[in-house]
């Protein structure tokens, strides 16, 4: 499964994304041929507490679109598709004069205990993360955190999802700039109050014991919780 992010950034923080032109996007990504799945993430209504809140307030906006593979993602990212008309806001005055970027990625998922149904909650929450880098040496990277960190992750009280998305070679027209983040991942909650309570939990203690034998690597990470809406195919 191939995944593409588009980030909307807003610098001042000053401006939102509104409901009804989240609604419009929606309806824009349910028409992208070949998609199966779109996720929009926005900012929380309320602050959470959890433990890397240092790290800000997050973008206004973004995506995640899921594609059966590589081709049908690149297919999507031509000039006058869509994704291109969205990454310069056009039509939406919520998204014009963002700092736009994206990045497709493979997607990596991990086994979970309660099965992931963020279409059945009403306040769906996911913990965006990213890791810019780069590390030393990407193959001790990978295979170090892909073995450690999700068996780690799946102890969090209720998380409903967990994916890894870890970088590729890909083509494509956008106007947005493009970005290769070594890594990203995100764990699924059923609500916002649902993943300040797993984050407060003894499991992070874990999560930064592991990071500490993380490989060397450079650029930190952050951590954003957005609040997510699913949209299917064809929607």
Known sequence: MISLFMTFSDSTGERRILPDEVGAVAEL?????????????????????????????GPVFALQLRFPDLFACEAAMDRGSVLANLATGTGLSGLTGRDVTHQVMLTRAFPVDVADDPAGTTT?????????????????????????????????????????????????????????????????????????????????????????????????????PMLTRVVRAGA
């Open 124 to 224: 769906p929450c996911s913990y965006l993360v990213h890791y810019p880098g780069p590390a030393e040496d990407m193959n001790a990277w990978n295979l170090h955190y892909l073995e450690h960190h999700p068996s780690i992750m799946r102890t969090f009280p209720n998380v409903r999802g967990i994916e890894i998305y870890t970088r590729i070679d890909w083509v494509d027209r956008l106007p947005s700039q493009r970005v290769e983040y070594m890594q990203r991942n995100k764990l699924v909650f059923d609500s916002p109050q649902a993943l300040a309570h797993a984050l407060a939990s003894d499991v992070i203690k874990h999560m930064r014991a592991d990071f500490v034998k993380f490989p060397p690597f450079a650029g930190g990470n952050k951590h954003f």
């Open 29 to 57: 990504v349910g028409s992208i041929p070949d998609m199966t799945e779109g996720l929009l993430f926005t900012p929380l209504e309320q602050s959470v507490d959890h433990p890397y809140k240092a790290d800000g307030s």
